[in-house]
């Protein structure tokens, strides 16, 4: 157990509608990263939070967005949904801001959405 | 921009068997470099990571990897393999000037007995 939680663990839903992944970082850990993993595309980085703020952006789409709050959760959004967004996204958090090369990231057993 | 290939998308291996997952990396920067395993229904736990220093990084469960810079390799090895091994194993390079992490395709061990 990596002390990263997801919810929910399943998501089925159809196409054009709106969902919201929730993350619950390790405790203390600052920063939170979300991922997109899909058997076309693999494991692919799509934004980082630190204390709040956004620090590095990656291959995520203007349909999502992510916010991390005062008590460091974060959520992301995906909104109208497609089918080729059926995937396993992953949370994961680390300690500071450095991101990979400075700390370690800890991972969440990941939501997976299923698109309709 | 970075890039990371990883060599072998399944690996089958004997219990006990030595194995290595290959993984090539590309970049005009200096670069770090990680190996993750997922086991089934769990996400990415890290196994090692090469940041700089000595080129043979040891890591969790036995495994161990080694930093090839002429070569842009950073293959992962153990010397003997457990059923419980087997996962998919990930590459996963980072530029050290910047905070994103480009993962490889994955490679799926396949541990028999």
């Known amino acids: 157990d990596s002390g990263v939680t997801q919810t929910p663990k399943h998501l089925i839903t159809a196409t054009g509608q709106r969902v919201t992944l929730r993350c619950s970082p390790r405790?203390?850990?600052?920063?939170v990263y979300w991922y997109q993993q899909s058997l076309d595309q693999g494991l692919q980085f799509l934004i980082q939070?630190?204390?709040?703020?956004?620090?590095a952006k990656g291959n995520i789409l203007e349909r999502f967005s992510a916010q991390q709050f005062p008590d460091l959760h974060s959520e992301l959004n995906l909104s109208s949904l497609e089918l080729g967004d059926s995937a396993l996204y992953f949370c994961?958090?680390?300690?500071?801001?450095?991101?990979?090369?400075?700390?370690?990231?800890?991972f969440g057993p990941g939501t997976r959405l299923t698109v309709l | 921009a970075q890039s990371v290939t990883q060599l072998d998308s399944q690996v089958p291996v004997f219990e006990e068997a030595p194995v290595e997952l290959r993984c090539n990396y590309s970049?005009?920067?200096?670069?770090?470099l990680f190996w993750y395993v997922q086991y089934p229904n769990q996400g990415l736990q890290l196994l090692l990571k090469?940041?700089?220093?000595?080129?043979l990084v040891k890591g969790i469960n036995g495994f161990e990897a080694e930093f090839n810079k002429s070569q842009t390799s950073f293959h992962l090895r153990k010397p003997s393999v457990h059923i419980s091994d087997t996962a998919e194993y990930f590459c996963?390079?980072?530029?050290?000037?910047?905070?994103?992490?480009?993962f490889g395709a994955g490679t799926r061990l396949f541990v028999k007995a």
């Open positions: 939070y630190y204390n709040g703020e956004e620090r």
């Open positions: 970049s005009s920067v200096s670069v770090y």
């Open positions: 996963a390079v980072s530029g050290t000037g910047g905070f994103k992490t480009i």
């Open positions: 405790s203390g850990d600052l920063s």
């Open positions: 090469y940041l700089s220093g000595s080129t």
């Open positions: 994961a958090s680390s300690p500071r801001a450095g991101g990979t090369h400075t700390d370690t990231q800890y």
